[in-house]
């Protein structure tokens, strides 16, 4: 039985190190892709209006980058990936926000409109 645990745990350490090694490249691809993802969120105003979407997204992003400096490639990927899917929904969320405000905006600028006594024609 032990022999049987040990054989395995050896292609567990092997298969491990093939995807160690596999894994760096697209580690570093979902790292920079959620970095790109919380910037965008940065600029599309998440601060302002998803601000817990926006705070989780850069924890998970420090969690990438801290796992890169380890290289626990798996981690970096898990982490990005989180990181990059919160991002996207912060950015989504402070575009909804906008547009909501927006909307807001015009729908008062025509009741505004409406309000307003006509002129009956008179030049």
């Known amino acids: 039985m032990n022999f049987h645990r040990c054989l395995l745990c050896a292609l567990f350490v092997v298969a491990g190190t093939d995807v160690h090694a596999m894994g760096r490249e697209e580690a570093q691809v979902e790292l920079a892709q959620a970095t790109t993802a919380v910037q965008a969120a940065e600029r599309d105003d998440a601060l302002r209006y998803a601000p817990a979407d926006l705070d989780e997204a850069r924890a998970m992003l420090n969690s990438a980058q801290r796992a890169a400096d380890s290289r626990a490639w798996t981690d970096v990927a898990i982490f990005s990936e989180r990181a990059k899917i919160t991002a996207d929904l912060a950015s989504s969320r402070s575009r909804q926000q906008r547009?909501?405000?927006?909307?807001?905006?015009?729908?008062?600028?025509?009741?505004?409109?409406?309000?307003?006594?006509?002129?009956?024609?008179a030049s």
């Open 99 to 121: 547009a909501e405000a927006a909307t807001a905006e015009l729908q008062r600028s025509l009741d505004t409109l409406h309000a307003q006594p006509s002129n009956g024609g």
